[in-house]
């Protein structure tokens, strides 16, 4: 493909960046990118997709916009209250740049659907406020062979990494679901809207660097972030041979 004179203007920066280059954003033009969830995470990720000329984002979540997501889900505006939000986000995507391709799913992951959903797509973001959701993308995303950025954030703190083929899992880390109840989310506990900023477009930049093949993803490594401290930490991690979905001793398939 050919960029046009208009394409050429817009992408300019990344044009005269040496790690991408005109070569590099046909690369992202012709690229499949899915969204798991339209709130704190997904609104900054998808806006810096969009604008970076993903060719195709799809964008999945069943939830309405309420006043309450406004704080910090900035896709969304006031007068969305009530609407789809992957309709809202739809719009606000391709008013920033109309050529990008938008699918919208309303609708919510499940073990019958999350195959079909995942297909077409070359990169998965989790950025679900949900542990039934976070493990079914990452149980899927491993036996398929499927890569993926998982992010979340609570409080003040957030964290991220990247799932590729062969790299540590999020059950390496976290083997089952925690109890009901035991760990608060955001409604129990509060959350710092640019926390969720600042989580959503590192995942955004993992999903460009995994469509461009350039730099060092966060693979086997946990990315923590606290914003009273104003501190990021890398933590090495390995893959677990124990992992009950990609370990030696796996017990699911």
């Known amino acids: 493909m050919h960029l046009s004179d208009k394409q050429i203007e817009r ?9 991408i280059g005109g070569e590099g954003q ?11 969830g339209a709130g ?27 006043l309450s997501n406004l704080q910090r889900q900035i896709l ?6 009530g ?4 309709d809202s986000a739809k719009e ?7 050529e990008v391709r938008v699918n919208a799913h309303a609708m919510r992951l499940y073990q019958d659907n999350i195959n079909s959903v995942i297909a077409d797509y070359d990169f998965i973001l989790d950025a679900s406020d949900n542990f039934p959701t976070k493990y079914l993308i990452n149980d899927v995303c491993v036996v398929k062979g499927r890569a993926f950025s998982h992010g979340g954030v609570v409080g003040l703190k957030g964290q991220a990494f990247t799932y590729v083929p062969q790299s540590m899992c999020y059950r390496c880390i976290f083997p089952e679901p925690p109890p009901s109840g035991i760990i608060l ?20 930049t993992e999903a460009i660097k995994f469509i461009l093949k350039r730099g060092s993803l966060l693979t086997d490594q946990m990315l ?3 914003a009273l401290a104003m501190e990021f930490r890398k933590i090495k991690l390995n893959k677990s041979n124990q992992c009950p979905l990609c370990g030696h001793r796996r017990m699911m398939t």
Do not use: W
């Not at 992408?11 to 790690?19: A, N, R, V």
């Open 76 to 81: 969304h505006s006031t007068k969305d209250i």
């Open 26 to 36: 046909k690369r992202l033009l012709d690229s499949k990118i899915l969204i798991v």
């Open 83 to 86: 609407k789809v939000k992957v």
């Open 40 to 66: 704190g995470l997904g609104s900054p990720a998808a806006f810096y997709l969009a604008a970076a000329g993903i060719g195709t984002i799809g964008i999945i979540d069943d939830d309405r916009v309420e």
């Open 224 to 226: 923590t972030f606290d």
């Open 185 to 204: 989310d955001c409604r129990g506990v509060g959350i710092l809207g640019a926390v969720a900023g600042i989580i959503g477009t590192i995942q955004a």
């Open 11 to 19: 992408y300019q920066h990344h044009i005269t960046l040496k790690d």
């Open 92 to 98: 606000k995507m391709q008013a920033l740049n109309p």
